[in-house]
């Protein structure tokens, strides 16, 4: 493991211990509402209609994954960095009786079988995390079985460029759109090093692996919003996220 990937992870089970503190909490919110955005819901739908089998990389506290369960998969199996973070999700899922189970491992290079998956979910701050683009591309496209969908509901790749101003939009002078990397300064991630790319590097990483893009939206509001902070960035004139939709042919 290399020296950045080695103090990203450290930061990523720090940062993972909040969803041990706020355990009950997330156990409500799980049961009681849905972490999908309408958006997802929006475009998922048609495809847990199938009841299929998700494979969901970067699964963070897995609230999705209990969502995504409640709306029609068969089952989820969560892939994540953090040994704290798949334990609790692991523990939550036990809670709730919902068929989701967690791997520990580093992305890309999931340890499953190829074509183990119908669906592909990822996003909401999982790219950020990945040096090779090309190569999460191709891990997540040979997870697929023919005819599976990958789906990516993901932070727009301008908003490291946002500043959390709260008066009016401002651009950070001290990052680029066409940046390699820079270094998280917020919660959660704080001093974890993030790899930037554009929307097109994203688009073209997924058209080279032989998947059809069936969908591409953005979208003003955040994926996530920090507690206290109201940022003139996320007041609808500026892109904060986007959905992508992905299939393998047959």
Not at 5 to 12: E, G, H, L, S, V
Request: glycine residues 8%.
């Amino acid at each position: 493991m290399d020296e950045e990937t080695r103090r990203n992870r450290i930061a990523w089970e720090t940062a993972s211990a909040k969803h041990v503190r706020e355990y009950q909490e997330l156990l409500r919110q799980a049961r009681d509402t849905s972490s999908l955005f309408p958006a997802e819901v929006a475009l998922l739908r048609p495809l847990l209609r199938s009841s299929p089998t998700v494979v969901h990389l970067q699964s963070g506290h897995g609230l999705d994954d209990v969502a995504l369960v409640r709306a029609g998969a068969r089952a989820v199996l969560g892939v994540d960095f953090s040994s704290v973070a798949a334990t609790a999700a692991a523990r939550r899922a036990a809670d709730l009786a919902v068929p989701c189970r967690y791997v520990v491992a580093r992305l890309p290079g999931a340890p499953l079988r190829d074509g183990c998956a119908d669906l592909v979910y990822t996003g909401k701050g999982a790219l950020i995390w990945m040096p090779d683009l090309a190569a999460w591309a191709r891990d997540a496209a040979r997870l697929l079985r023919p005819g599976g969908h990958l789906f990516v509901y993901e932070g727009h790749p301008a908003v490291p460029l946002w500043s959390w101003d709260s008066d009016e939009p401002r651009i950070r002078p001290d990052r680029s759109y066409f940046g390699r990397s820079h270094v998280n300064d917020t919660f959660p991630g704080h001093g974890a090093v993030e790899w930037q790319w554009t929307l097109g590097e994203i688009v073209g990483a997924v058209l080279a692996t032989g998947l059809e893009l069936r969908h591409l939206a953005e979208f003003p509001e955040p994926f996530w919003r920090p507690d206290g902070v109201s940022a003139a960035a996320w007041r609808g004139r500026l892109p904060n996220a986007y959905a992508l939709l992905a299939r393998l042919p047959d």
